[in-house]
Structure formats: C-alpha cells, structure tokens
C-alpha cells in the first residue's frame, strides 16, 4: 500500500514563499505520474500541478492560476516531489496533498498553507 506525507506549509504574507515536500513509501516515485492537489473548504481538491513519469520524460503541467509562480520537481533518491511556491497569493489558500495524478492512491493528511493579505 503507497503512503504519502506531505509537509512544509505554513502561515505567510502574500508575496512570500514555501516548499511542500511529499514522501512516499511503497512505491516509486520516478515510476509515477504525481500530483498536488489543493483543497479549499466546500470546493473539490483540484490538480495544480503534476509531474510525469521519468519513463514519460518528467513533463510538468500546471494549473493556468499557478503558472509561472509555483514548479513542481522530484528527487528519485529520496522518492520525494517537492512543490515549490512563490509569489503566494491569498487565493492559493488550502490544504495541499500529494497523490498519484489520477488519485488513485490512499490520501495524507495534508499540509495547510494560509496566505494573507
């Protein structure tokens, strides 16, 4: 069974930045097409960014919100993904989780990240 765990949020002014980290157990990484998600209260978790299978060549895509602002990467040894965000904004406020694209794999806890203004 995959176990995720997602860290790194945190309270920050819009503007600033943060480094979510997700470490899996039970899988590889690299063999995977891996997401994050984000979860505001009453909405869905939408994909905001995902990175592909190295075999697919580590194609990263983005939620058009995030472009330019947030990068998405792996470190095959450690089987982590990191998500990297910068230039935060109120409206990227909610829970972040990591997941398999397609969201197939049993989901963390989550990390929060809150944005003020």
């Known amino acids: 069974q995959v176990h995720v765990v997602e860290s790194g949020g945190g309270l920050v002014q819009a503007g600033g930045s943060l480094r979510l980290s997700c470490v899996g157990s039970g899988t590889t990484f690299s063999s995977n097409h891996i997401g994050w998600f984000r979860q505001t209260p009453g909405q869905e978790r939408e994909l905001v960014a995902s990175?592909?299978?190295?075999?697919?060549?580590?194609?990263?895509n983005y939620l058009d919100s995030v472009k330019g602002r947030f990068t998405i990467s792996r470190d095959n040894a450690k089987n982590t993904v990191y998500l990297q965000m910068n230039n935060l904004k109120p409206e990227d406020t909610g829970v972040y989780y990591c997941n398999q694209a397609l969201a197939r794999w049993s989901w963390g806890q989550g990390t929060q990240v809150t944005v003020s203004s």
């Open positions: 990175i592909s299978s190295i075999r697919s060549g580590a194609v990263t």
